[in-house]
Nanobody, 129 residues
Framework: QVQLAESGGGSVQAGGSLRVSCAASTHTFSFSRYNMGWFRQAPGKEREFVAAITWSDGSTYYGDSVKGRFSISRDNAKNMVNLQMNSLKPEDTAVYYC????????????????????WGQGTQVTVSS
């Protein structure tokens, strides 16, 4: 069982930066055993993949729309995963969700919602033009 709590959302003007964080509370496995991801959902749209980081070697993956602007990191000592968002655009406006999942046998489909077992409640990010 894992509880996830996002923080750091807010409002910012286009071109600005924001960092959202996710604090994890784990009971079965240590936080370091979980792959972590960020997704976002804008009104009327499907939840989409933003970024992910593996448990093993910290490999990172990004959605095409955020590549080069966003950066995901994790601090296993603090049970935290962060998403640094730079050069924000109005189209980045969404609720941002943190997610955790145990790495499956074989390849990890990090872009898929089904690759994650636990989700936070989300934090709102609003970018104005």
């Amino acid at each position: 069982q894992v509880q996830l709590a996002e923080s750091g959302g807010g409002s910012v003007q286009a071109g600005g930066s924001l960092r959202v964080s996710c604090a994890a509370s784990t009971h079965t496995f240590s936080f370091s055993r979980y792959n972590m991801g960020w997704f976002r959902q804008a009104p009327g749209k499907e939840r989409e993949f933003v970024a992910a980081i593996t448990w093993s070697d910290g490999s990172t993956y990004y959605g095409d729309s955020v590549k080069g602007r966003f950066s995901i990191s994790r601090d296993n000592a603090k049970n935290m995963v962060n998403l640094q968002m730079n050069s924000l655009k109005p189209e980045d406006t969404a609720v941002y969700y943190c997610a955790a999942g145990i790495h499956p046998s074989g390849s990890w489909p990090y872009r898929s919602l089904n690759a994650y077992d636990y989700w936070g409640q989300g934090t709102q990010v609003t970018v104005s033009s």
